[in-house]
T-cell receptor
């Protein structure tokens, strides 16, 4: 199973872009990269996902390197409400079964 | 329902007792996942259901843990002879399943405390 590695914590000034890196050097060709975040004690919340192209939605952008061994989640204008633990996840697909493997997460603190 | 529902939200039990945790996924979601999250740690995969069958039980930590799903809907995670190290938040998630690449929808979790 592909594993992910993330820095344990990061700080970001309010209004600035938050760039959260993730290493997934053992990722296979059919494995998607997902990002989720967990605010305080709530259940994780989906942010974005991608396979090999960069993706953007109303919450964030996902930049995946050409070799797919790493990715970066970008929150373009971080707010205090973005303070959370961010998880980079690789979804393993084997014979029609799907397994989401969570990494250790990055605790992002947005500073006023 | 509108979202994934888990019950109980909090459970305190004595060591050695059995507990059952319930998950009601979003209607129509064929895939269901259970995760465990210990205090201050990340999510640990336990088991995955596609329909009523569990093709991946690799994350269940011991034979004291079991799970079932019926009617392609409700799932129950059972922990027998609970130990203090079982104390954690147990999270359930569901998705459309199949080849859909969409998101997992998580419940708010069941917090288990074993005294």
């Amino acid at each position: 199973d592909a594993k992910t590695t993330q820095p344990p914590s990061m700080d970001c000034a309010e209004g600035r872009a938050a760039n959260l890196p993730c290493n997934h050097s053992t990722i296979s060709g059919n494995e998607y990269v997902y990002w989720y975040r967990q605010i305080h004690s709530q259940g994780p919340q989906y942010i974005i996902h991608g396979l090999k192209n960069n993706e953007t939605n109303e919450m964030a952008s996902l930049i995946i390197t050409e070799d797919r061994k790493s990715s970066t989640l970008i929150l373009p204008h971080a707010t205090l409400r973005d303070t959370a633990v961010y998880y980079c996840i690789v979804r393993r697909t084997t014979s029609g079964t799907y397994k989401y493997i969570f990494g250790t997460g990055t605790r992002l603190k947005v500073l006023a | 329902g509108a979202g994934v529902s888990q019950s109980p939200s909090n459970k305190v039990t004595e060591k050695g007792k059995d507990v059952e945790l319930r998950c009601d996924p979003i209607s129509g979601h064929t895939a269901l996942y259970w995760y465990r999250q210990r205090l201050g740690q990340g999510l640990e995969f336990l088991i995955y259901f596609q329909g009523n069958s569990a093709p991946d039980k690799s994350g269940l930590p011991s034979d004291r843990f079991s799970a079932e799903r019926t009617g392609e809907s409700v799932s129950t995670l059972t922990i027998q002879r609970t130990q203090q190290e079982d104390s954690a938040v147990y999270l359930c998630a569901s998705s459309l399943g199949g080849f859909d690449t969409g998101e997992l929808f998580f419940g708010e979790g069941s917090r288990l405390t074993v005294l």
